[in-house]
């Protein structure tokens, strides 16, 4: 079954019954490196925003079938129309092409050196000029935005690749999220880093809301409005902030 048919059939069952209950499948992306938000190991989809999606599913009577993929092509798809992206920040630039609901999460979005270039950092101009590691294609809202303008971004591929990079000198920060547990998952996965050479700077750059967004296109501000509600009662409720602390 194609996605649009799925968006018609949900769409459907709104303006006919009038109810939140779904019974269909909703195609849903996001990043696949981002330990413990969201990640995939093997087939299957993990993370913080994988279980709040699990849950507002279940409120509402639909399986979000999350697919992970590295973030540049993860965005196309979502961009593009192909599917729902949940992880998306807000820009000025995406709100133009997407339509949010309220924030799932907030992650803290931490800069780490390697240990012995530990510097001040209070804000932006702290950076000015600094080579700066970050995901290619990322973006985590208008604070870190802001931030771009100060300093040289170097985009990678992984994160580990980053921290390599850091230790080689080729970069002077490096920007992981969700905070001090991204960094510590990457160097678990490493054989070759330890957390001893990394130190993390005082000050997050930004904390950093994450939602569930759809391309315009899909017209989906009614299903968002209804997800919404299930979210807020999911915080309300304290289940949401239950899932957030397994973590």
Known sequence: MTLRKILYLIFA????????????????????????????????????????????????????????????????????????????????ERLKIFDYSVPLYYDEVILVVKRGNEFKFENNEDLRGKIVGACRGCSFGPEYEKAKKYFKLSPDENNIQRLIKLLKGRIEVAVFSPGEAALNSVINKANDLTRDQFSILDKPITRDPNYLAFAKKLNMKDFLSEFNKVIKKGYDSGAIQKIIEKY
């Open 13 to 92: 069952s709104l303006v006919l019954v009038g109810t939140s209950s779904y019974s269909e499948e909703l195609l849903i992306t996001g990043n696949a490196f981002k330990k413990p938000k969201i990640w995939k190991e093997g087939k299957e989809s993990k993370g913080i925003l994988v279980d709040i999606m699990k849950y507002a599913g279940k409120k509402m009577d639909l399986e979000f079938k999350v697919e992970l993929y590295p973030w540049a092509r993860a965005y196309h798809y979502a961009s593009n129309g192909k599917v729902g992206i949940v992880g998306l920040s807000i820009t000025q």
